[in-house]
């Protein structure tokens, strides 16, 4: 073990003794830091979900690894209790976005960023932290979102940045608030950043929710119920069971054949929030009205670039871009893009909501962490219904049953 490592290692155990949060060493857990672990103890290793090259499931690799170790003084060192499964891990283990994100990692030659650990959330406790982190003590439990150019918290352990995480509603499990975190800053992004729409102007503006079964759909929804918004939302016949438990004022079978016509009847809308992209765009921006907005998660610049390059790419997608606004400026609205932006004070504002019960959990299945590539073959082979989660640490495998929201 390097000087560095056995350094970092040692003062994690130390504040650990003297928070209360770390069990003294046995003959079973070699590392004190691991205690609690229901996976084999691996010392000064850990447990993660790799891929050595992009493809399918069959790409992930269960792998033993160094814990990370903080080199900034911005860092916090998280034990991940559990993360859940987002559609942009299943893109980013085909390599979407890979030229664009080597950029931000600073990987020049393309391969060089692999090995890669998939998973944009988590929640767990904090293990340790740089000296400029405030506000968070070790052992406190918090939920975080990691930034897509990082390894990822489909491991044991996983190192955030102090704006990437804030402290976990009391009133949920791990497993509970890793089905929000990553749908929260989503759609925050989306609302609030690009749309600018906030609890004090949100109040009967009419919202359009374009894919409300799914993970982030299904927040949303509840966001704009929590901020006063007149909601609907468009959702296979299938669902409409499960989104009418989220209480939007209207559900919209996409696949009605009059689905544009009714949308039209309902609306039109001062907000068209897209999560689905595709043809999708070709019935709703109808729906637009003067001055209102349609803001989609949905953009070509990743594909674009992957396909062309930077420059070529993004001059591509930015052309595109600029064709979506004139399609939306003749109905009177404006196109945009949105991106997924790590937030604590995002975080802040959504556990307030939750611990108000105006926001709950959508979790429609639960794995092991030893059975992540099952949890990933859940939601690809089938539309998903909320959330898919993976609980890392305990035996949290049930949906509980006490919430109206969960699926059996």
């Not at 997924?340 to 639960?366: G, M």
Request: aromatic residues 8%.
């Amino acid at each position: 073990m390097n000087a560095l490592r056995r350094l970092a290692l040692t003062e994690t155990i130390r504040r650990g003794f003297l928070q209360g949060t770390v069990a003294l060493p046995c003959k079973v857990c070699r590392n004190p830091a691991l205690p609690m672990s229901t996976l084999p103890d691996t010392g000064t290793k850990m447990l993660a979900w790799q891929i050595d090259d992009y493809g399918g499931i069959d790409r992930f690799k269960l792998v033993e690894k160094p814990v990370p170790i903080i080199t900034k003084p911005d860092q916090v060192l998280i034990k991940v209790h559990a993360s859940s499964i987002n559609p942009i891990d299943i893109r980013m283990r085909g390599g979407y976005g890979a030229r664009l994100l080597n950029r931000a990692r600073g990987v020049s030659k393309a391969g060089d960023e692999l090995p890669l650990t998939l998973g944009r959330d988590c929640s767990g406790v904090v293990v340790d932290m740089g000296r400029l982190v405030k506000g968070i003590d070790i052992g406190q439990a918090v939920w975080a979102n990691v930034h897509a150019a990082s390894q990822g918290s489909h491991a044991q352990y996983v190192l955030v940045t102090k704006n990437d995480l804030s402290k976990k509603p009391e009133n949920l499990t791990h497993v509970e608030a890793a089905s929000i975190n990553y749908a929260a800053i989503t759609t925050w992004s989306a609302v609030y950043a690009v749309a600018k729409i906030r609890p004090e102007n949100a109040t009967d503006k009419r919202v359009l929710i374009l894919g409300g079964s799914g993970g982030i759909g299904s927040f949303a929804i509840q966001l704009m119920k929590a901020w006063g918004a007149h909601v609907t939302t468009t959702c296979s016949a299938s669902a409409t069971e499960f989104v009418s438990k989220l209480n939007p004022h209207h559900i919209v079978d996409y696949n009605r054949p009059d689905v544009e016509s009714e949308l039209k009847r309902i609306g039109p809308f001062d907000f068209i929030y897209d999560t689905v992209g595709g043809d999708t765009e070709q019935y709703a921006m109808k729906a637009l009205n003067k001055g209102s907005q349609y803001v989609t998660l949905v953009s070509p610049l990743m594909l674009e670039t992957d396909k062309h390059g930077l420059v070529r790419g993004s001059l591509s997608a930015s052309w595109a871009l600029f064709n979506k606004n004139m399609q939306a400026n003749k109905f009177g609205g404006k196109y945009r893009w949105s991106f997924a932006h790590p937030s604590t004070y995002a975080l802040n504002e959504v556990a307030k909501l939750v611990e108000q019960d105006l926001i709950r959990p959508c979790v429609e299945k639960v794995f092991p962490f030893t059975e992540l590539p099952d949890a990933f073959a859940n939601i690809e082979t089938r539309s998903a219904r909320g959330k898919t989660v993976v609980n890392v640490v305990g035996q949290e495998l049930k949906v509980p049953k006490s919430a109206d929201f969960y699926m059996s």
